[in-house]
């Protein structure tokens, strides 16, 4: 037994020998240039365990003699490297040109390199998004991305629209898709038909700004349809890919704090300049009676009316203002200085501070990892009572159950209260719901603010400057309410509660092949209240608008990806079946509020009939491609889908969406010292969109009212229903886009120089519209296939360092793109189609031979290209409204971002550009004719007020020719001691005396769009503690428009987001912000 036992022994001792042991090494990673890669990876070949170097390229890891490690990273080229008998590696890499080590997410959530597209493609890092942060995360793309136009509105969480290579439905969609790590995340507004079409209405924004700035880890942008084509019907308008942090290798737990504070103010030039010679009324009068009775009449203020086109102003002339019948009022009974406003509408205008933390907390080991993070934005708008209020919660692990089969999980959590949005429009009708349509149209230079805030504070009740006496003699709101009882009684509130995410399950049987099932839902509840108080302009009134919504996405993809000597192929089977419900009430209060502050659908006076929708599409899609490559070099990607869409009619419901794409890598052929990476790429493909809800067949609708949309008991105190007033098509087919795209791109002199450059030519068919008829057939419009509009343009983007030096570093990023767009088709003999009616006369159109987004309304009548004037000195004016007088299109758009680096502190510079398009101003169309604004109270040629009688030296004459040719001399009057009372209101420039033309502005623009300097304090004073890392940044966004040709506005304000752009109502000024951010990693 002892021999035995010493036998084995010997034996035990024999095979520990014989089995090699394992020992920590450690080394350090540096590049052919000598300098250390930070973050490389280290792991052992054929085994799961690894580690990370860290920002020195050192590592640590435990490893036998017989293993080899494989070192990888970004822009190094893969290595591996034997252990041996070494406890000490010191590794050199070889660096490769960023471009061919770029791996890029694509459709689908697919990744691949660089090289291996044919097709466009734009990614920002998550710090290009949220540098100089914004609410929404969209508005920080502005500038940076060739092919993409973003318009973002100037109201508070405000709607954006988001528009990839122009326009293509005539009356659908043309907003880009959201995925988010490979969910399709909704996008809409519920903006109001009223808000959306300048009618007046609250602007709620649209729900991308759910989206978490703070999680975002990289955006990807599939610009064409051949790069989006795998996304079927939803692909068409292109894909914006945001993929978001996942957990990271680390020592440990890794945690990262955040905490920002920014101040807004509105940008001065964007906002009137009110002129101060002029008060109150639509001419040279002032009422009269007997106020302090002393048997002489008083002059009193024209309280009813909403202009300046009044009386000089005298400081010693005494007269009656509004005030003066406030029995509240200091200056109740008594008159006053006939003066300008100590406080004009500026004063309105708040200067809020705005809070952003957040917490991100992230790990990873060889078997999974985790992220999680929480973010907290507090945000003030530039008006009164205003606030949106946002909490963020996202979560995502993965874990590896085996070698071959691995699960990931996402969760997201957002909650968006909102309270006091910014009504926009002209807003009349609905109890002045948008006070800058009162500020910037009809006003009273006279008035001041701090009265009116006074007066409001005194009894919070509707004590307005525009008022009236009523038949008993009570005094009653004329236009427009006071605008702080506007602001804090009539005020709206919404919230919004929102959750997506998904599960997946990948399962890797051999190394070349991988199966994935996801199941992913996006869904939101959604509560908007809008209250107009008693004691409002109009009938008091509440609404209440409840949706809910969910989409359920089913995946399944497998991916072979193999080798066969110098052919690298991908082949990609998968299919997608996609659920959207949507159900929601909608109701308001009829008649008024039986009681005041009490805003429940219950408390109407009269009986209401809510407005129920409830609508489900399903679409199931079949997919697959091929990508082969030959030696990194040559590349050929193939693409089909097949989509079934339940709003469609049977025989029509399905459709294919194929692509095709080849590309050179052309610097593996000529390789010339100064070409870094050389690709030449081209593509064809056709992607589309399927018909809305409920366009095919016939449906009974109630009884609306004209103004709330809302249906109403009609007869006997039951609601009436008819068949809609549209004719629906049982013989739709979808929409199709055919895009054929070329591009180069191209790196020299080291990756220090390059540029991508594409030409695109996209031409959508089969246009889904509903196209107006002839009453007398018992329909106002049916739905039909018809028209067809084309996109072609040029996307360049450029980058460059022209400095790099151990310290300093210069990077230069560019982006231009010029896009054209053409209506080349209508139905059969149809040259028109309006979009939309606003103000006055004007339409924006889709018009034959035109570009999509004509304005059209009364012109000039031109002789030899100069604007004709009469015998009377007035212009001459186009007959009809149908003339073509702009288009909202720009002629390009660009950015232009600079960053200076040195050593740990950085300064980045965005410049934002947009040339061409036109804006029609509305507030400009009514303001010149009640002279609110500085050009209405200027001196003419000779010296004069143009304000004054002729016999006083005043008038204009108008800039033109008379009709045989000759420069007009003709001197008008705008003085009433000429035109009698009242008859010079509009006489200067406006809609009264000018076309609609004048109206017309170029929309161009200049922006310091972003500001951002960030200090990183140095390592070396953290080595000892465990903060790992703090950086500090002073942060600035829409710091100023540098340049613009519309008076008084932000040319880039709208309404909302979708088709209807290029018209301005009661515009708001544009917000800068500035603030201080601090982040610290753990």
Request: with cysteine; hydrophobic share 35%; aromatic share 12%.
């Amino acid at each position: 037994m002892r021999k035995f036992l010493s036998l084995f022994a010997v034996l035990v001792c024999c095979c520990i020998q014989a089995f090699p042991q394992t020992k920590t090494v450690t080394g350090k990673i540096t590049d052919d240039q000598g300098q250390p890669v930070p973050f490389a990876t280290v792991r052992i070949k054929g085994g799961t365990s690894g580690t990370s170097a860290n920002a020195d390229g050192v590592f640590s890891i435990k490893a036998s003699s017989d293993q080899v490690l494989i070192i990888s990273g970004a822009n190094i080229v893969q290595q591996e490297v034997p252990v041996g008998d070494a406890t000490i590696l010191n590794i050199q890499v070889k660096r490769q040109d960023a471009s061919m080590a770029e791996v890029v997410v694509t459709a689908l959530g697919i990744t691949r390199n660089r090289n291996q597209l044919a097709y466009s493609t734009q990614k920002l890092a998550g710090t290009d998004v949220n540098q100089a942060r914004n609410n929404n995360f969209i508005n920080t793309m502005s500038g940076k991305v060739s092919g993409l136009e973003v318009r973002q509105n100037n109201s508070m969480g405000g709607s954006t629209n988001v528009i990839l290579r122009g326009s293509k439905s005539l009356t659908g969609n043309n907003q880009a898709l959201f995925v988010v790590d490979g969910i399709p995340f909704d996008n809409t507004n519920n903006n109001t038909t009223d808000q959306t079409t300048g009618r007046g209405g609250i602007d709620f924004g649209n729900a991308a700004a759910d989206i978490n700035p703070d999680m975002i880890e990289s955006v990807t942008i599939l610009k064409g349809a051949a790069a989006s084509a795998l996304y079927g019907s939803r692909g068409s308008n292109g894909v914006i890919l945001i993929t978001t942090k996942k957990g990271k290798k680390g020592n440990g737990i890794g945690v990262t704090i955040n905490s920002g504070i920014s101040q807004s103010s509105y940008l001065k030039n964007t906002f009137p300049k009110y002129q101060k010679k002029y008060g109150a009324g639509y001419g040279d009068y002032f009422d009269a009676a007997d106020i302090d009775g002393d048997g002489v009449d008083d002059d009193i203020v024209p309280t009813y009316d909403d202009a300046s086109w009044g009386i000089a102003f005298d400081p010693n002339k005494k007269v009656y203002g509004w005030t003066s019948f406030d029995p509240s009022s200091p200056t109740f009974g008594k008159p006053q200085a006939w003066v300008g406003a100590a406080h004009d509408p500026n004063y309105f205008f708040e200067k809020p501070i705005n809070y952003n933390n957040s917490i991100f907390i992230e790990n990873a080991s060889d078997k999974g990892s985790y992220a999680v993070g929480y973010t907290r934005n507090n945000e003030k708008g530039i008006l009164p009572n205003s606030s949106l209020n946002k909490d963020l919660l996202n979560m995502s692990a993965s874990y590896k159950f085996t070698d071959k089969l691995t699960g990931t999980l996402s969760a997201n959590y957002s909650s968006i209260k909102g309270k006091g949005r910014y009504g926009t429009g002209y807003g009349l009708d609905n109890g002045s719901v948008n006070q800058m349509t009162n500020f910037r149209q009809w006003w009273q230079v006279n008035v001041d603010m701090k009265d009116l805030e006074d007066a409001f504070w005194r009894h919070q009740t509707n004590d307005t400057w525009n008022q009236h006496f009523g038949p008993t003699g009570e005094i009653q709101p004329e236009f427009w309410n006071n605008p702080y009882f506007d602001r804090y009684k009539s005020f709206e509130t919404d919230r919004r509660d929102r959750f997506f995410g998904y599960t997946s399950l990948t399962y890797k049987p051999v190394d070349w092949l991988s199966i994935m099932g996801r199941i992913s839902l996006d869904g939101f509840n959604e509560l908007l209240e809008e209250r107009k108080a008693v004691g409002t302009i109009g009938v008091p009134s509440y609404r209440r608008f409840n949706q809910d919504y969910k989409e359920f996405n089913y995946d399944l993809l497998v991916n072979g990806e193999w080798k066969v000597g110098d052919y690298g192929l991908k082949a990609l089977l998968g299919t997608n079946t996609r659920v959207q419900k949507t159900s929601s009430v909608n109701g308001i209060t009829n008649g008024g509020l039986a009681q005041a502050e009490l805003y429940t659908l219950s408390n109407s006076v009269a009986a209401i009939s809510p407005v129920e929708f409830e609508g489900t599409r399903r679409v199931e899609g079949v997919f697959g491609g091929f990508n082969i490559d030959y030696k990194n070099t040559y590349v050929i990607d193939l693409t089909l889908r097949r989509d079934k869409s339940s709003t469609l009619p049977d025989g029509n419901n399905v459709y294919y969406y194929p692509s095709v794409s080849g590309g050179i890598v052309l610097s593996e052929l000529i390789q010339p010292t100064w070409l870094s990476y050389s690709k030449f790429r081209v593509n064809y493909a056709e992607v589309g969109g399927d018909a809305p809800l409920y366009s095919v067949k016939d449906f009974y609708v109630g009884e609306t009212d004209p103004n709330s949309g809302l249906i109403f008991p009609s007869f006997n105190g039951n609601a009436m229903y008819s068949v809609a007033a549209s004719k629906r098509n049982p013989d739709l087919k979808p929409e199709r886009t055919k895009s054929f795209e070329v591009g180069l791109e191209a790196a020299f002199l080291k990756s220090r120089v390059g540029f991508d450059v594409n030409f695109y030519s996209a031409k959508t068919v089969d246009q889904i519209v509903p196209l107006t008829v002839s009453t007398a057939t018992g329909y106002t419009s049916k739905i039909v296939n018809s028209g067809t509009v084309r996109n072609q343009g040029i996307e360049v983007s450029l980058y460059g360092t022209p400095i790099k030096t151990k310290d300093f570093a210069w990077d230069i990023n560019v982006n231009w793109t010029r896009n054209r767009n053409k209506v080349l088709a209508l139905y059969n003999d149809v040259e028109n189609i309006v979009l939309g009616s606003f103000q006055g006369s004007i339409t924006l159109n889709a018009t034959l031979n035109e570009p999509y987004g004509s304005i059209h309304g009364t012109d000039f009548i031109y002789t030899n290209g100069q604007k004709t004037v009469g015998a009377d000195g007035n212009y001459l004016i186009t007959p009809n409204n149908n003339v073509s007088i702009g288009n909202v299109n720009p002629d390009w758009i660009g950015g232009l971002n600079n960053k200076f680096t040195y050593k740990n502190l950085s300064l980045s510079v965005l410049i934002d550009m947009k040339h061409g398009g036109s804006v029609f101003s509305t507030d400009m169309y009514y303001a010149l004719a009640g002279g609110l604004y500085e050009e209405t109270a200027v001196n003419n040629d000779l010296g004069n007020p143009i304000r004054s009688s002729l016999a006083k030296g005043g008038g204009i004459i108008r800039e033109g020719v008379t009709e045989d040719g000759k420069v007009n001399t003709k001197r008008v009057s705008l003085s009433d001691e000429d035109l009698g009372v009242g008859g010079s209101y509009g006489q200067y420039d406006s809609y009264v005396s000018a076309p609609d033309k004048r109206f017309v502005y170029d929309a161009s623009y200049v922006k310091l769009r972003e500001v951002a300097i960030t200090y990183a304090l140095p390592s070396k004073l953290f080595q000892k503690i465990f903060i790992k890392g703090i950086d500090v940044s002073l942060l600035g966004r829409n710091l100023a428009i540098l340049h613009k040709n519309l008076p008084y506005a932000d040319p880039e304000d709208g309404f909302s987001s979708g088709n209807l752009q290029g018209i301005q109502t009661g515009s708001y000024p544009a917000v800068r912000s500035v603030g201080f951010n601090v982040r610290v990693k753990f």
